[in-house]
């Protein structure tokens, strides 16, 4: 049970500090309102960074039910854990995102432009393409969990692995974040959508989009699989 509240904290945390810095970047009457993509860059690299040194002995510091299908897959943890923590993950993505409706409710109800509302809990495409937009978030996983899988234990042992982290995320955001807002995370993408869609006030217009949703659901996993396929076929 105490990886299961370690991994339900973390990605609440993940999801606070992350979308938190998209609701403070592009949400109306913010105080750091248009700072830009450094500010998300280096913001989303320390949310995921923060949780991962709090919980990493504790469960792993996965916050992602991709990070965690590729650990079962190459033995890292039990095949039974995984639905828990997935569920975990899931509900932690819910509950932050839900806490940031509340901290940034003036400012979601003194944004107009629904899509704005949105991004700032979900991610989506800057041009629609359904086979590029599940490449982008492929390719991008699929970099994530080739390089956690990489990640030699003395750097573990020594904490030098949560800075490879935040390397990591930010290198993927760098490189792919303008084409589908690099999700690589059900738990961060699907969970904070469906609290936007029940829990946002936007003066009763508002749309999820899960036209496009599933992508960043469907495809981290599939990036997942196939990165920790190719890591145990080198190794």
């Known amino acids: 049970m105490s990886a299961y509240l370690a991994e339900f904290i973390g990605t609440a945390m993940l999801v606070l500090l992350g979308d938190g810095v998209c609701c403070n970047v592009n949400l109306e009457g913010s105080g750091m309102k248009g700072s830009g993509v450094v500010h998300i860059l280096i913001g989303w690299g320390m949310a995921v960074m923060v949780p991962a040194f709090s919980f990493g002995a ?5 916050f992602n039910p991709a990070v965690t299908i590729g650990a079962a897959m190459r033995g890292g943890m039990s095949w039974g854990l ?3 923590y997935i569920i975990a993950q899931m509900l932690g993505g819910f509950v932050g995102a839900a806490i940031l409706i509340v901290l940034y409710g003036d400012q979601i109800k003194a944004t107009a432009d629904d899509a704005t509302i949105r991004g700032c809990f979900a991610t989506g495409p ?4 359904t086979v590029n937009n ?12 080739f390089t956690l899988a990489s ?13 490879l982290v935040y390397g990591v995320i930010v290198a993927c955001g760098a490189s792919f974040g303008g084409l ?5 995370n059900a738990a961060r993408d699907a969970a904070p959508r469906f609290a936007y869609q029940v829990l946002a006030p936007n003066f009763g217009k508002k749309d999820p989009d899960w036209a496009y949703g599933w ?7 599939c990036g997942s699989v196939v990165a ?4 145990m076929a080198l190794h």
């Open 215 to 221: 992508i960043p659901v469907v495809a981290p996993i």
């Open 151 to 163: 990640i030699p234990a003395e750097a573990g042992a020594s904490g030098a692995s949560w800075i």
């Open 58 to 62: 504790m469960s792993g510091a996965h």
């Open 126 to 129: 800057s041009i629609r393409n």
């Open 134 to 145: 599940f490449l982008s978030e492929f390719v991008a996983t699929f970099i994530l969990v």
């Open 228 to 231: 920790s396929l190719l890591y």
């Open 82 to 84: 995984v639905p828990g």
């Open 180 to 184: 589908t807002g690099y999700a690589m």
